[in-house]
């Protein structure tokens, strides 16, 4: 008991000193906090969720960044094509070459529906930007 006092104080000292942050609703003190730092019953688990099938899973709208994707497809060409170094280093640095000169394409699409736009997706300034990645990488290897 007389450590759910101590809390009630602090949490009192701290209205009084932020009188704004109150109402706030992204605070982690609220009226709901106080009543329950009384309360000496303990909480209950919060309930488990249950595994969602994969048909589900494969139907759920998930973002996806479209221009990543291409260039996750045609690094491999690329580096190839440019005869640079295949390191998972020298790729990781190619990768945010390129990704950091294209514009993020997110879509909110199932699985499915992101592969066929990835499919009907314009690689031209993909490519560019990996070729770009791959020049940089190549005259100022990270290794």
């Given at each position: 008991?007389?450590?759910?006092?101590?809390?009630?104080?602090?949490?009192m000292m701290f209205q009084k000193m932020?009188?704004?942050?109150?109402?706030?609703?992204?605070s982690t003190l609220s009226t709901e906090s106080t009543q329950e730092s009384t309360n000496t019953e303990p909480s209950s688990p919060a309930p488990k969720e249950e595994p969602?099938?994969?048909?589900s899973i494969e139907n759920e709208l998930?973002?996806?960044?479209?221009?990543?994707?291409?260039?996750q497809d045609h690094i491999d060409q690329v580096i190839k094509k440019f005869n640079c170094c295949s390191c998972p280093r020298c790729r990781q640095d190619i990768t945010i070459i390129a990704l950091n000169a294209l514009a993020p394409q997110y879509v909110a699409l199932s699985?499915?529906?992101?592969?066929?736009?990835?499919?009907?997706?314009?690689?031209?300034?993909?490519y560019n930007a990996l070729i770009k990645g791959v020049l940089q990488v190549r005259s100022h290897p990270n290794h």
């Open positions: 008991m007389a450590k759910a006092k101590k809390t009630l104080d602090k949490d932020m009188p704004a942050l109150a109402g706030n609703p992204f969602t099938p994969k048909s998930l973002p996806h960044n479209i221009n990543e994707i291409l260039v699985q499915e529906e992101t592969e066929k736009m990835v499919q009907q997706s314009d690689v031209k300034p993909v």
